[in-house]
Each structure stands twice: as structure tokens, then as C-alpha cells.
């Protein structure tokens, strides 16, 4: 399976983000339980982690605190 790629990103509400993927899968995730760490700390901060954006080259969404998750990962992880 190739790395899938995420084609939009939309926020939802809290730390819920509504993703949908090139292969058409889409679903909701919740990332309140991963926002730990040095780069991912801040974005405790509602507004914050509203500010991210997807990232075509890495197929997955980004923030300006330099963090990032793998797309593999919110491929599995999406309801």
C-alpha cells in the first residue's frame, strides 16, 4: 500500500479534525491524547492547533511549531 495522502482537512470543534484522503476514505479524528511534546505542546492552545495546514509533499497535516503526524497514522486512527 502506498503512503496515502491526505487531500482535506477541515476542523470539527475541540481537537476534532474531519479528514478525507486521496483514496476517499474519510472520518473524524480526535488528537486531544497526542498533543504532548515539545512540538506538539502549544497546540493546546485551540487557536493554535486551528492553524494547521496540509502539507502536499508530506500528505499529511502540519502546524507552524514544526509539528506533524504521519499520514499512516491518521489513515488507521480516523473513525
Known amino acids: 500500500m502506498s503512503t496515502p ?11 476534532q479534525l474531519k479528514l478525507t484522503f486521496d483514496d476517499g476514505k474519510t472520518g473524524i479524528i ?6 504532548w511534546g515539545e512540538v506538539f ?16 509533499e508530506l500528505s499529511t497535516i502540519v502546524w507552524a511549531t514544526g ?10 486512527a480516523i473513525a
Open 5 to 15: 495522502k491526505i487531500t482535506t482537512a477541515v476542523h470539527v470543534k475541540d481537537y
Open 30 to 35: 480526535d488528537l486531544s491524547d497526542q498533543l
Open 41 to 56: 505542546e502549544p497546540l493546546k492552545d485551540i487557536e493554535q492547533f486551528k492553524s494547521f495546514q496540509v502539507d502536499t
Open 67 to 76: 509539528a506533524d503526524l504521519a499520514p499512516e497514522f491518521l489513515y488507521q
